[in-house]
């Protein structure tokens, strides 16, 4: 038989592992993957319990997410060769070199020598379980057979291998072995390897040839063969098939057959780039958003600050690139439902642009947004076969119905580029020119859906924009009407989440108020006291320490931050050292001209050498030490000036083990722009993620602080509009101390609490709303043979938005407490680690959670029609307060002293207390 080969790649890269944190043994996994390309958003390969990743494709981020997540990442160790331009093959001895793989320009290596064994573990295995990977996947076991000394001494190499492996096993006891066939071992050390791989079972890939095959019965009888002695022996491992189609619509079906066969099954393209089919069946709700800025600048692209709340509104979660990189090199139909664009500048696109035809005719829906670009290749993504330049002024007829209501009311009379004529498809309104022509500016069609300017927006005076057409609607329908279940960061057990968080800005500074107190004492006292739901309380070490700027009101300044920091409703955030302006530029990026700054780079501190670390480790070690009670370290980094950090920033924040906010420029006001002026939830940086604050500071509604002091009660008006336009947003009270300074600005905040606090709403702590933002991007949604949605990756979600005419289906699902109506929106309550939904076309019967203002730690429903029982665990910040909906016939069995009030068919239950463990109910 050929010498066995997993793949070309398998051989040409030969990289350091990793394996240091233990890992707790789980069960036999259901999904395992090999991924060895680069491309796939993280959230993508949350799908597999074990990942096999290539070392040199994947970052640490993306490392420590997948583990924090469950998947368990293994790396890529190839044990018999090493290929020539590996990193290392310069330091390999001449002796340690007993042969060659001409067809892959590897040498291989003599595993008798304890000298190559230690090496590899040195130098491959320890640096990479150093990084987070939590075993190895051993390929090139048979290299041996390519060299004389192997043929003639066939144990001595498999003794070697043995060795090495025992001796990884020693080192990192909790590694997951994974052997590439093996087979020769069998026996030998089953007790050490924690699954068999092979390739080929029922379709394969020849290398040589270039061409796929289907597997002879007599080759797969003799692999059964080799098989029924690990079923026998070791029936607690996975037996992995890693099969090949050429045609990735076939991959699905293929990895049932080998699931029917016993087997786990791994179905891909020979280079391992695409992702193989789960079960449950991965639901894709990646979107491949297009932008043509460069990819430094993706936070400034229109994709990015207009459309990336629509599509997280929507449940879909935004991988950005650039037009400007080179074209993906990977597969798109295994991870993404679709791709938007969005062309605001001019330039090429011609390259991206042939590439997304190719992605368009294999059957992914493209959406065209923004300008019409020049190169045909981009035009062939209309589908339209006819341009042209309208006579002006147009007219319009057949318009769908948000079409100039839904924001906008002008639609533009004169375009000075040309316009389509659609022949197929769904016109979202006509436009007739003076010779009597039609042109369709806006529709949907079989390969996606075009929505150019200047017809996406009515423009305002001072960059305004305002939406001529609903863009949820739109893209719905351009993408396929996908209507999946959309994870929500907004809402909390049926109520709008509040947040209130605080930037360390000012807190050395005097209050106009008789005493001149510092305005930490004034937010002190008359808010964080007066207003006792969760805060993120944040410090500058600059500001406060005795080596900062003002060591003469330090003592003071400390005192004043311990006392706050100690308050049961605060958490501590750090809001760095010198307070950076251009984060940016601290990794070597543009920064204005000093000139151009209204405060220069960061805090003039004497003898200060502005670095990452002391911004960051060094403030957050200062605010633990000095400030923060013990049983209570900073545990969120708030981002300072423009608050656009890079990627080294990122990184240093989440190895802190801290969650990072804000940023954003979420500010929508009725004489403003307001959707086009609500920003995401979080901005991506490769693997990293910045979560943005929900809606933004006093500073924005003062005119940078210049007056009116009381421009923040304004704010209100943005958090209506929020929730008019479908509760795009929490409540997040957001300021700076330097709000204590003015009266004015004081009597503000108190309004704007005030305010949020008569609103139903559901207190959470800053880092409580990261973790949800996270969860959105940070995981993936498969759906299961009986139709429930499950969710796997960093956390599980509390809340997801449906569909108007959909209800969950309370006797099918785990975990699913209830719904909400509210905002036009349907908020569906989960619990749990592992909650599955099922949705039903008809409303739930007997008793269901209505809403509450407090998070859902326990819920238990049983009965039916005669009789129900009811158990709900609440943890919040306020008195409770709760809704059962169909309750009017409960009551409550323990504890003592809950407020029942009936209303209708709904029961409102109160408690004094802000959490409770059981609240138990029967129901007739």
């Not at 279940?485 to 106009?512: F, K, N, Q, W, Y």
């Not at 049983?862 to 008195?879: C, F, I, P, V, Y």
Request: aromatic letters at 10%; glycine letters at 8%; a negative charge.
């Amino acid at each position: 038989m050929p010498l066995p080969r997993l793949l070309p790649c398998l051989l040409l890269l030969f990289l350091p592992l990793s394996l240091a944190i233990a890992h707790e043994i789980t069960p036999k996994p259901d999904n395992i993957g090999f991924y060895y390309g680069d491309e796939a958003p993280i959230g993508a390969l949350y799908a597999y319990d074990w990942l096999v990743l290539q070392q040199d494709q994947v970052s640490d981020a993306r490392l420590e997410l997948l583990a924090q997540g469950d998947t368990l990442p293994l790396a890529y160790f190839s044990i018999g060769e090493m290929a020539r331009s590996h990193r290392l093959y310069s330091e390999i001895s001449p002796s340690w070199k007993v042969g060659k793989n001409t067809a892959w320009k590897s040498t291989v290596l003599d595993l008798r020598n304890p000298d190559v064994r230690q090496f590899l573990i040195d130098n491959i295995v320890a640096p990479a379980m150093a990084r987070g990977f939590r075993g190895v996947f051993l390929d090139t076991m048979d290299s041996h057979l390519l060299a004389e000394a192997g043929r003639a001494d066939p144990e001595a190499f498999v003794a070697g291998q043995e060795t090495l492996i025992r001796a990884i096993k020693a080192r990192f006891p909790s590694a997951r072995v994974v052997l590439n066939r093996g087979f020769h071992l069998q026996g030998a050390m089953d007790d050490l390897v924690d699954g068999v791989a092979f390739e080929s079972y029922r379709e394969g890939y020849d290398p040589g040839r270039r061409q796929y095959y289907s597997v002879s019965d007599q080759d797969r009888q003799w692999l059964d063969t080799q098989l029924a002695y690990w079923r026998e022996t070791r029936p607690d491992i996975p037996l992995i098939a890693i099969d090949y189609v050429k045609d990735g619509t076939r991959a699905a079906a293929l990895a049932d057959k080998l699931r029917d066969d016993g087997l786990v099954p791994v179905v891909s393209n020979p280079e391992l780039t695409r992702l193989s089919p789960t079960r449950p069946a991965v639901q894709p709700r990646h979107v491949l958003v297009i932008h043509d800025l460069p990819a430094s600048r993706m936070d400034q692209s229109g994709a990015h600050r207009r459309l990336g709340i629509v599509l997280e509104r929507m449940g879909l979660v935004p991988h950005y690139r650039s037009s400007r990189e080179t074209v993906p090199d990977e597969p798109t139909n295994d991870r993404y439902l679709g791709v938007v664009l969005w062309w605001e500048s001019a330039g090429t696109k011609s390259a991206v642009c042939g590439w997304l035809k190719g992605v368009q005719q294999r059957g992914l829906p493209v959406v065209s947004l923004g300008l019409l670009p020049a190169e045909t290749s981009c035009r062939q993504l209309l589908g339209a076969n006819t341009l042209a330049l309208p006579a002006t002024p147009l007219t319009f007829s057949e318009r769908a119905p948000s079409v100039a209501t839904y924001e906008g009311r002008r639609l533009p009379q004169a375009p000075t580029s040309a316009l389509p004529v659609l022949d197929g498809g769904q016109s979202w309104f006509t436009a007739t020119d003076t010779r009597g022509r039609e042109f369709h500016p806006v529709y949907t069609f079989s390969g996606g859906g075009v929505a150019l300017a200047p017809f996406l927006f009515e423009q305002g005076p001072d960059d305004e924009a305002y939406w001529l057409f609903d863009p949820f609607a739109f893209l719905s329908e351009a993408l396929g009407n996908p209507g999946i279940p959309a994870i929500d960061s907004t809402t909390e057990a049926g109520r709008r989440i509040l947040t209130a968080h605080i930037d360390g800005d000012g807190l050395v500074s005097r209050g106009e108020f008789t005493g001149s107190p510092l305005s930490a004492a004034v937010i002190t006292d008359k808010i964080l006291q007066r207003f006792t739901i969760p805060h993120t309380v944040s410090v500058i070490e600059g500001e406060t320490s005795p080596n900062g700027l003002y060591p003469g009101v330090s003592d003071e300044a400390e005192s004043n931050a311990r006392a706050m920091l100690r308050l049961d409703n605060v958490e501590v955030a750090s809001h760095s050292y010198s307070h950076p302006f251009f984060w940016q530029a601290l990794e070597g990026g543009p920064a204005p001209r000093l000139e151009n700054t209204l405060y220069g780079y960061f805090m003039n501190i004497p003898d200060y050498q502005v670095s990452l670390d002391r911004e960051i480790a060094g403030s957050v070690d200062y605010i633990n030490r000095e400030l923060a009670p013990a049983d209570k370290p900073v545990s969120v980094f708030l981002w300072t000036g423009d608050a656009r950090p890079g990627p080294k920033a990122l990184r240093k924040v989440r190895e802190a083990g801290l969650l990072n906010v804000n940023g954003g420029d979420t500010h929508p006001l009725p004489y403003a722009s307001e959707l086009a002026g609500t920003w995401p939830d979080a901005r991506p940086v490769g693997d990293e993620l910045q979560i943005y604050a929900p809606v933004m500071n006093e500073n924005v509604y003062t005119n940078q602080w210049t007056g009116p002091y009381y421009g923040f009660r304004y704010v209100i008006d943005t958090f209506r509009l929020l929730e008019d336009r479908g509760r795009l947003k929490p409540m997040g009270i957001y300021y700076h101390f330097y709000s204590g300074t003015k009266p004015e600005a004081l009597n503000a905040l108190e309004e704007i609490y005030r305010y949020a606090l008569a609103q139903p709403v559901t207190p959470l702590y800053l880092s409580d709303y990261a973790r949800r933002v996270q969860t959105q991007y940070y995981s993936v949604m498969q759906q299961d043979s009986q139709g429930g949605y499950r969710w796997r990756g960093l956390g599980a979600p509390s809340t997801v938005r449906v569909a108007a005419d959909r209800f969950p289906d309370l006797e099918h699902s785990r975990g699913v407490a209830g719904f909400h109506d509210a905002a036009g929106v349907r908020f569906v309550h989960l619990t749990g680690k592992d909650p599955v939904l099922h949705l039903s076309d008809a409303r739930p019967e007997g008793p269901y959670l209505s809403n509450a203002n407090a998070v859902i730690t326990h819920w238990q429903r049983s009965g039916n029609t005669g009789g129900w029982k009811l158990e709900l665990g609440l943890q919040g910040h306020q008195a409770l307060d709760v809704v059962i909906a169909n309750g009017g016939n409960c009551r409550v069995t323990q504890p003592a002293g809950v407020a029942a009030t009936r209303s209708g068919s709904d029961l409102q239950l109160r408690l004094a207390r802000s959490s409770v463990a059981r609240l138990s109910m029967e129901c007739r």
